[in-house]
């Protein structure tokens, strides 16, 4: 599964989970690991990643549209960035950490603004094919999973929201919904983790699955980017 085999030696994983989930350091350790045994590290995000999917990406966030509005200018900045960043490097044999991908706009899209899932898996199918190359997808999917009342207090006060954090706790409540129907659909791409746990917690439950996958070696040092941060 995953990513088209015939493409390369890279690795691509997404990282998904509600708003408040605490991706963001594990990622950060992730390629900080990634890149002391040897790899190169390409670290990225969706919607973003090329300079018209973060023109797009602010557009999303910030102004006023519809959900149809809304799938389309995440897949149309997913085209981009799969074409002209991830795809080439997974063809140079390149790990590639993604904040977020298709999976989001299952939950966000679908379970939270109600789009039916036949029409964002027909723009999945088109999207993510590339000429001669087939199908593409993440590898391995880690979703933080975390309950949305947790996760919204999580959020509280953090900074200014956007319009997805802005969105009350029952529009969570849906997005998580989301994911658990594309984890259950995907049992061997999509893996949970307890985001509920400390942070070390969480960062030994990582680096054991991407032990047990043979992607990383066991002596996988804490990063800095969780030592100095607390539990
Ligand atoms: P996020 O990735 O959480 O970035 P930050 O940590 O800087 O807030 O923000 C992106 C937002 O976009 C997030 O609320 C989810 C939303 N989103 C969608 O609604 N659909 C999508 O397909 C993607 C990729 C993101």
Same mark, same amino acid.
Request: hydrophobic share 40%; aromatic share 6%; glycine share 8%.
């Given at each position: 599964?995953?990513?088209?085999?015939?493409?390369?030696?890279?690795?691509?994983?997404s990282?998904e989970?509600?708003? #408040?989930?605490?991706?963001?350091t594990?990622?950060?350790?992730? @390629?900080?690991?990634?890149t002391? !045994? #040897?790899?190169?590290?390409?670290?990225t995000?969706?919607?973003?990643?090329?300079?018209?999917?973060?023109?797009?990406?602010e557009?999303?966030?910030?102004q006023?549209?519809?959900?149809?509005?809304?799938?389309l200018?995440?897949?149309? @900045?997913?085209?981009?960035?799969?074409v002209? =960043?991830?795809?080439?490097?997974?063809?140079? #044999?390149?790990?590639?950490l993604?904040?977020?991908f298709?999976?989001?706009? /299952?939950? &966000?899209?679908g379970?939270?603004?109600g789009?039916?899932?036949?029409?964002?898996?027909?723009?999945?199918? #088109?999207?993510?094919?590339?000429d001669?190359?087939?199908?593409?997808?993440?590898?391995?999917t880690?979703?933080?999973?975390l309950?949305?009342?947790v996760?919204?207090?999580r959020?509280?006060?953090?900074r200014?929201?956007?319009?997805?954090?802005?969105?009350?706790?029952?529009?969570f409540?849906a997005? /998580?919904?989301? &994911?658990?129907q594309?984890?259950?659909?995907?049992?061997?791409?999509?893996r949970?983790?307890?985001?509920?746990?400390?942070? /070390?917690? =969480?960062w030994?439950?990582?680096?054991?699955?991407? =032990? !047990?996958?043979g992607?990383?070696?066991?002596?996988v040092? =804490?990063?800095?980017?969780?030592?100095?941060?607390?539990?």
């Amino acid at each position: 599964m995953g990513h088209n085999a015939s493409m390369s030696k890279g690795i691509f994983i997404s990282f998904e989970g509600i708003d #408040g989930a605490g991706k963001s350091t594990h990622i950060q350790g992730l @390629a900080e690991a990634f890149t002391q !045994q #040897g790899r190169t590290v390409t670290l990225t995000r969706e919607p973003g990643g090329t300079q018209l999917a973060e023109a797009l990406r602010e557009m999303l966030l910030h102004q006023p549209m519809d959900a149809w509005s809304e799938a389309l200018l995440v897949f149309a @900045a997913r085209r981009d960035h799969l074409v002209k =960043v991830i795809a080439p490097a997974l063809q140079r #044999g390149e790990v590639v950490l993604c904040d977020r991908f298709t999976d989001a706009t /299952h939950a &966000y899209q679908g379970g939270g603004r109600g789009l039916p899932s036949q029409s964002l898996d027909a723009l999945e199918q #088109g999207v993510q094919t590339l000429d001669g190359r087939g199908f593409l997808e993440p590898d391995l999917t880690l979703w933080f999973e975390l309950p949305p009342e947790v996760a919204a207090q999580r959020l509280t006060g953090a900074r200014l929201p956007d319009r997805f954090e802005a969105q009350p706790l029952a529009f969570f409540q849906a997005v /998580h919904q989301g &994911y658990e129907q594309r984890a259950q659909a995907a049992p061997q791409r999509i893996r949970r983790i307890d985001a509920s746990a400390s942070r /070390h917690q =969480v960062w030994q439950q990582i680096t054991r699955l991407l =032990v !047990q996958k043979g992607w990383l070696s066991i002596m996988v040092p =804490v990063p800095a980017a969780l030592q100095i941060q607390s539990s």
